[in-house]
C-alpha cells in the first residue's frame, strides 16, 4: 500500500462491462460496483481473477492459506489482493444467503395459505411465531439469476 496525495486520478476501470457483470452480487444503484471494481483494478486483480475465485467459492484461496507455506498469497497478488478477493466472496455469499432466505420466506408464506403455523412450524423444526417472521420477510430482489459456477 503506498499513499499518493492527490494521485489517485487514474482512468477509471469501473465502466468496463466485465467488472459489472462479475459484480451483480452488489447493489447495482449505491456506486459500490464501482468503488470496488476501482479498487480492484488499483491492485492489479483482474477481473479474470475475480471470475476464478467466485467460481470456485475461494477454495483456491482456502487452500494456500490453509497450507501455511511462505508466500503463500503472492500468486494472487499479494496479501492485499488475497484479503479483498476473500471479502468480495464473502460479500457473494451473503448475497446468495440472502436470496436462498427470500425463497425460504416466499415459500413458507404460500405453505401458510394452505397449513396452520403449528403444523408448518413443526415441519421446518421451528417455533410457530418463527414461522410468522420467516413468512414476513419476504423475496426481496434484485438478487443474481444463477451462480457463476452453473453453465448457462
Avoid: C
Wanted: charge should be negative; glycine fraction near 10%; hydrophobic fraction near 45%.
Amino acid at each position: 500500500m503506498s499513499s499518493q496525495p492527490g494521485g489517485d486520478n487514474r482512468p477509471s476501470s469501473a465502466a468496463d462491462p466485465r467488472w459489472q457483470q462479475l459484480l451483480t452480487h452488489r447493489p447495482a444503484d449505491d456506486g459500490s460496483r464501482e468503488t470496488a471494481a476501482a479498487r480492484f483494478a488499483v491492485r492489479g486483480i483482474t477481473p479474470e481473477q475475480l471470475q476464478a475465485v467466485l467460481a470456485d467459492g475461494g477454495d483456491a484461496l482456502y487452500a494456500a492459506a490453509a497450507g501455511g507455506v511462505p508466500g503463500w498469497a503472492e500468486p494472487f497478488g499479494g496479501p492485499l489482493a488475497v484479503a479483498l478477493l476473500s471479502a468480495e466472496v464473502s460479500i457473494f455469499a451473503a448475497h446468495l444467503n440472502s436470496r436462498a432466505s427470500g425463497v425460504r420466506s416466499a415459500a413458507v408464506a404460500e405453505l401458510l395459505d394452505e397449513y396452520s403455523a403449528v403444523t408448518v412450524a413443526a415441519e421446518l423444526g421451528v417455533a410457530r411465531q418463527k414461522v410468522y417472521e420467516i413468512a414476513r420477510a419476504g423475496l426481496r430482489p434484485p438478487y443474481i439469476e444463477q451462480v457463476p459456477w452453473r453453465t448457462p
